[in-house]
Every structure is written in structure tokens, then in C-alpha cells.
């Protein structure tokens, strides 16, 4: 997707979007498309299951689209303002696509820090936009950004020990003086993220199979295909959605 600021192409709409089909040994982009809406910079875009696109910001307000109509429409039905006036417009801030929990794998999508300033005069001291996030369920029938309640004002699951490496497939225990209190067992990749783009996501829950005193047993996923091999945080979550402290191991 194009922007339009700093935008010098006279063939291209400055406004547009294209769409690559890989084909075997290549592939091919189609002809520009012009979209109702401008993004400027790193467009946050999140494809839904239905094949429709949803940006995240970071200006306002966010939206849902088709890109596959002709033309293109911008529905006011499917505009979501954020809560935070501005979270900039380059590369400020950022938006992940959460983890997809059965039964549903409800659609969700945060959004976190920015600025409310110009990207000329950023300030590392800002109190808004820097220090928040929102979130927004697209299953649901009128979908709306919430704030999120910061979770490091309250008491968090402690890990006391937790294993250096596990393997796929087997089980494991981890050390904590809650084992009853802990609803999920979730290990996140480490990603590399630049200009709006995640390039190794991942976070994958482990089947908790018991506890006992202090001690929590659980399941490594099954093979690379669910998460590949190599070091992951993992983390205790309670049943008021709290995780504690991340533990790092490796999964081989």
C-alpha cells in the first residue's frame, strides 16, 4: 500500500494498493488500485480470515476493507477511531496481531506507545501515546478500542524456576508457588521487528497437564511447524489474564 507523503511517482495513485500472485519461479504484481484512505507511512495490515484487511493506525482512525472490491469503498460502519488522538505517522509505535485462542480464534489486534507529537518533534518523555495501548476484537458485532489495564500495577504469577530447554512434544515443569492459580502456559518467540513489520512472530500456548504442591506440569508444542526451534520466553498467565515475568528456554 502506498502513501502519499513524499510521494513522487506521476504513474502511480498516490493513494493505491497492489496485490502480488506468486506463481511457480515468480510471480506478479497487479496494477495499481486506488484506495479511498491515505496511511502515509508503514501501514499497520492485518489480514482476516474472511480475506478482508484491517489497518491498525497509526493514524486515525482505524478500518476494515475489501481489498478485492472494485472500487475500493470506505465504509464509516467499518471505522474504528482509536482512543488515543495520535500515535504519529511513520514509524512510531507499533501493532501485533494477538494470539489465536481456541475455540474461536477470535481476530484481535493491539496497538502500543507512538507519540501524539509530529515525528520532527518526538519527545521520549511524552506521557500519552508512549505509555499506553488499546486493543480491539473484530469478531465481535460492534468491534471498539479498550484501553488496556497495566497489569504491572498488580500481584503476577512468579516463576521460580523453569527449565533451560525442552523438547517437542514432552513434558515439562515449571516451578511456582501459584500451580492452581495459572490458567495458561505460553511460550513467545522472540521477534525482529522494523517499519511496522514482525518478521518472526509467534506465540504458542502449552497444555497444561496437572500441578502438584509447587510445581506445574505442562506440554511442548508438537513440532517446528507450530513454533520453530530455538529460544522462547515463557510465561505463567493467571486467571485474570495477569502473566508473570518471562523465563527463557529453548525448544528443540
Known sequence: MYGADNFTDPTVPAASLETFTPTTGGGSWSAPKPVPFDYYYYPRAFLLPLGDVFIAGPQKPARRFDPAASPITDNPALQYPQVYPQRGVNMEGTAVLLHLRPPAYNPRVMI????GNTRLNWNAGESG????AERIDLSVAAPAWQTLPDYFFKPRPQIT???????YGQPF??????PNGISEVVLMRPGAVTHGFNMDQ???????TGATG???????????NVSPPGYHLLFLVDHDRTPSVGAWTRLS
Do not use: E, F
Open 173 to 178: 515443569a515449571i516451578q511456582t508457588p501459584t
Open 112 to 115: 502500543c506507545g507512538g507519540t
Open 214 to 224: 509447587t510445581t506445574l506440569n505442562a506440554t511442548a508444542p508438537p513440532d517446528g
Open 129 to 132: 501515546a508512549m505509555k499506553t
Open 161 to 167: 524456576s523453569a527449565p533451560a530447554a525442552i523438547s
Open 202 to 208: 509467534r506465540s504458542v500456548g502449552c497444555a497444561i
